[in-house]
């Protein structure tokens, strides 16, 4: 892999931001809007409930899933970019290789990420108080394991939309709400059907919102749980990438002109 051409594809995403205002309604609007639903209800519910630690819980799922939420955008929806710009065959036509475009894409999810965070918690911690800190060095594996998730579901996205063309383009906007109900992100997964229960034992993100809400409750990590989501995150991850790159060779041998 080369440097250079990893740094040339980041900011051929990151120029566009200064006058792009979907890029920017993506970045701030809506996470600001879910920030202030979710934060109103959050109080609300904690204030009946008389339970703190309700509250905690709703807006740290709030922040973990727009982790999620970024993580994957900067995936696929990089990639549909290039196709509504009817710019893939010319970017692959160069000496980039797919890893770099992955790399450049990852790390530009970082920044996007780290500047959406900055704002979302700036709010929750301005108007709610909310006690961001109180999960402590927790944080760190909590937005690994998030970002991992975003990636994963970013790359099967992509991968889609490679082999079977725009038409499928709704996948970077449908695929990582299919997993939102599933996820338990706002209520334990015990309040769930039996049936689907199954389905989100399944889904690593299940894993750290349980163990988030215990925590934010009094309790302490659980380790199975952490380690389980880990499990599958980088389990799925790997099946991604290898569906990812299955997709671009089988688009390839197809012509990616077709995009044009």
Do not use: C
Request: cysteine-free; proline content about 4%; glycine content about 6%.
């Amino acid at each position: 892999m080369k440097a250079h051409r990893i740094k040339a594809l980041f900011l051929r995403h990151l120029y566009p931001l200064r006058r792009d205002f979907d890029l920017l309604s993506d970045m701030l609007y809506w996470p600001l809007v879910d920030t202030l639903l979710w934060g109103i209800t959050s109080q609300w519910l904690a204030e009946t409930s008389g339970q703190a630690s309700v509250a905690l819980a709703i807006l740290m799922a709030l922040l973990m899933w727009n982790i999620i939420w970024r993580a994957q955008s900067e995936v696929s929806r990089n990639l549909i970019d290039e196709i509504w710009n009817n710019n893939l065959v010319n970017l692959f036509s160069t000496p980039l290789m797919v890893r770099e475009w992955l790399v450049s894409v990852m790390l530009l999810s970082f920044i996007k990420m780290g500047f959406t965070l900055v704002v979302i918690t700036t709010v929750v911690v301005g108007m709610w108080q909310a006690d961001i800190l109180f999960f402590g060095w927790w944080l760190i594996p909590f937005i690994a394991a998030m970002i991992t998730t975003g990636w994963w579901i970013g790359l099967i996205s992509a991968g889609i939309i490679l082999r079977y063309g725009p038409k499928m383009q709704t996948v970077v906007w449908t695929l990582p709400g299919a997993l939102l109900p599933f996820s338990a992100v706002f209520f334990p997964l015990e309040r769930f059907p039996q049936a689907l229960q199954a389905i989100s034992r399944v889904v690593p993100t299940t894993y750290i919102f349980e163990t988030m809400r215990a925590v934010a409750a009094g309790g302490v990590i659980d380790w199975y749980s952490l380690t389980t989501s880990f499990a599958f995150n980088f389990l799925y991850l790997a099946l991604a990438i290898w569906y990812f790159t299955r997709s671009m060779r089988h688009s390839v041998k197809l012509g990616l002109g077709r995009f044009n």
